[in-house]
């Protein structure tokens, strides 16, 4: 069975850095999305992403992010200088044109030191 | 707007009883509904939806929910819990399309032997 697939599992990096997180949607999807879940607290929407351009975000996704399709199969969200309080696990997920249901990936736990 | 809300952040059920998450919604226009659950450190996992069809939805495991629209409600249910099912489970609320979900903060479900 398809499935969404990120990297890598774990980021550590120094307030301040920048960070790359990297995601496969589904190969025959055309929405693409991220989210983020701080430990303990619900998960958030960030931004969804179609027809290579942003559809929707939140207002967690401040100019410091910013998200990019660099080629057919990845999806990537970009963090230019991160704080401590970007730590969180992220998810990306995807869905078809017309599908409702949004299939997630295993996550990527950020960790700003 | 659109809120989710969960009550019990946690619910401790015995093995074999019947489990009942609870989820109230509300959304300015006809909201799709979806229950996810959690594993420990594992993504996010479509257990089952709403999308204007039946009102009762059947999902994976077992489990079963109820859209019911005076009460905006859509609890999940499951007739017999199994040790298995312990994991986090989140429900969600989106208008639609390529909108992002909103998520409920979570109910820890927890099965006592």
């Known amino acids: 069975e398809p499935e969404v697939t990120q990297t890598p599992s774990h980021q550590v990096t120094q307030m301040g850095q920048e960070v790359i997180l990297r995601c496969v949607p589904i190969s025959n999807h055309l929405y693409f999305y991220w989210y983020r879940q701080i430990l303990g607290q619900k998960v958030e929407f960030l931004v969804s992403f179609y027809n290579n351009e942003i559809s929707e975000k939140s207002e967690i996704f401040d100019d410091q992010f910013s998200v990019e399709r660099p080629d057919g199969s990845n999806f990537t969200l970009k963090i230019r200088s991160t704080k401590l309080e970007d730590s969180a696990m992220y998810f990306c997920?995807?869905?078809?044109?017309?599908?409702?249901?949004?299939?997630f990936g295993p996550g990527t736990r950020l960790t700003v030191t | 707007a659109q809120s989710v809300t969960q009550l019990g952040s946690h619910v401790s059920v015995s093995e074999g009883a019947l489990v009942l998450l609870r989820c109230n919604y509300s959304s300015s226009v006809p909201p799709y509904l979806f229950w996810y659950v959690q594993y420990p450190n594992q993504g996010l996992q479509l257990l089952l939806k709403?999308?204007?069809?039946?009102?009762l939805v059947k999902g994976i495991n077992g489990f079963e929910a109820e859209f019911k629209k005076s009460e905006t409600s859509f609890h999940l249910t499951k007739p017999s819990a199994h040790m298995s099912d312990a994991a986090e489970y989140f429900c969600a609320v989106s208008p639609g399309g390529a909108d992002g979900l909103t998520f409920g903060k979570g109910t820890h479900l927890i099965i006592q032997p």
């Open positions: 997920a995807s869905n078809r044109d017309n599908s409702y249901e949004q299939y």
């Open positions: 709403y999308t204007s069809a039946a009102t």
